[in-house]
């Protein structure tokens, strides 16, 4: 069991509902990541991460118009739709990690 909230409601608790109710959500956050999308205008040459990626819809979207994506997510259910989204999207430059992300995690990048 984790110690971190987050990590144990996104896993051990609704994690599963999360992932397979994917649709749901999907339709509540559409305009905020096609808003986020615009906003960064990612260029075909850049690497982007996507961090809380959940299941994936921003980071396919992403996928399409950048050179790579990483996207991360602290829970393993919304994470493994992401990867069957990424391979029915054939989105083969998207790399999906399982990571808590905390204030220093990409500071070394
Ligand atoms: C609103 S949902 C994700 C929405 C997703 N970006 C999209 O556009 O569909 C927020 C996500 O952040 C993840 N999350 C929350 N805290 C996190 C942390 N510290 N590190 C990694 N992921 C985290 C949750 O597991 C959840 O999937």
């Not at 896993?11 to 999360?18: F, I, K, L, S, T």
């Not at 994936?56 to 602290?74: F, I, M, Q, S, Y």
């Amino acid at each position: 069991m984790s110690d971190n909230p987050q990590a144990r409601i996104r896993n051990e608790m609704v994690g599963d509902a999360w992932a397979t109710n994917a649709q749901h959500d999907d339709a509540m956050l559409e305009p905020f990541g096609t808003a986020v999308i615009a906003l960064v205008d990612v260029q075909p040459d850049e690497r982007v991460v996507d961090v809380g990626c959940g299941t994936g819809a921003a980071t396919v979207e992403l996928a399409r118009r950048a050179a790579t994506v990483l996207g991360v997510d602290l829970s393993a259910p919304m994470l493994a739709t992401a990867r069957g989204r990424a391979a029915a999207a054939g989105a083969d430059n998207v790399v999906l990690l399982g990571v808590r992300c905390r204030g220093s995690t990409f500071r070394q990048w």
